[in-house]
């Protein structure tokens, strides 16, 4: 694995005169089969690879092995490499004539700054595509067996994430939780303890089901179902932790569905009354 762009490398490219071009591609939850194809055919495209601590050596293995990987290390609250950094390393590859893969873990449009690269590069006139990605709350729902939406209990989902910005207020997940709907709350294992007290301050049951999957699709995959109540003690007691999917639902009431017509009904063409 060449750790960073050699000279043997850039030096055609930027001989040429020709403007390189940023890919920003969504790399899925973890495991490499869940890569999409288009993700893997830039991959192995790809002059240098940018990628995250979420990205599993798996993913990285069927790049191209010319390619440089750069690791950037960002993460929940910490960030080896700040966002204007990265956003210039990438630039100036595309503009030394590279394809630049800045690989992101799920889909890059969910909690990704990929707006913030996308921008990066406009300003400076290189063009950039997004490749989408399988989003963690989609892994999970499936590692969970329980869907993201539930016709009749569940209408809407919501990504949300418990980590924001310093000195941004925390988000009201209480607020979210209306009837009808699946909260997956992302970055969130650290604010498990004021999730709880949130949620109880604000009138939910202590006995209210509260799953979470970390590491999904990862060998290390694990999942809890648990209850506000004691969702930190058994987050802690099971050794639960980052990355993981806080799933918090608020079922619509339950006869919501016998509004629907009965599907039998439509296919006979009569309406029971
Ligand atoms: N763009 C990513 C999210 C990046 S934010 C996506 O679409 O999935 C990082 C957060 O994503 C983590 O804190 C965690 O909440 C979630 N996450 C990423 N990979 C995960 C995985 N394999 N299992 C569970 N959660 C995961």
Request: glycine content about 8%.
């Amino acid at each position: 694995m060449k750790m960073i762009p050699d000279l043997e490398t850039l030096l055609p490219a930027v001989a040429s005169g020709k403007v390189g071009k940023i890919s920003l591609v969504g790399a899925g939850p973890g495991a490499a089969d869940l890569l999409t194809l288009r993700a893997l055919r830039v991959l192995q495209a790809a002059d240098v690879i940018y990628f995250d601590r979420l990205i599993d050596p798996d993913v990285l293995e069927l790049a191209n092995p010319k390619a440089a990987q750069v690791f950037v290390g960002k993460d929940v609250g910490a960030c080896a490499w700040p966002q204007e950094v990265i956003n210039q390393m990438i630039v100036e590859a595309a503009k030394a004539g590279q394809h630049v893969v800045r690989l992101k873990s799920g889909d890059p449009s969910v909690f990704g700054r990929a707006d913030e690269e996308r921008a990066a590069a406009a300003e400076a006139g290189v063009p950039c595509e997004v490749i989408p990605g399988i989003t963690a709350a989609s892994a999970a729902a499936a590692v969970l067996g329980q869907s993201l939406t539930s016709r009749g209990e569940s209408d809407r989902v919501i990504f949300a994430t418990g980590t924001c910005r310093d000195g941004d207020e925390a988000p009201d997940v209480a607020a979210l939780l209306r009837p009808g709907t699946t909260v997956a709350l992302y970055m969130a294992t650290r604010m498990s303890g004021a999730l709880q007290a949130q949620l109880m301050g604000a009138g939910f049951r202590q006995d209210m089901p509260v799953e979470v999957v970390a590491s999904a699709s990862k060998p290390n995959e694990a999942v809890l179902r648990s209850t506000l109540a004691k969702l930190s003690e058994d987050m802690q007691e099971r050794g639960i932790s980052h990355p993981a999917i806080i799933f918090l639902r608020s079922p619509k009431h339950a006869d919501a569905d016998q509004r629907c017509i009965d599907a039998n009904s439509l296919i006979t063409g009569q309406t029971e009354h």
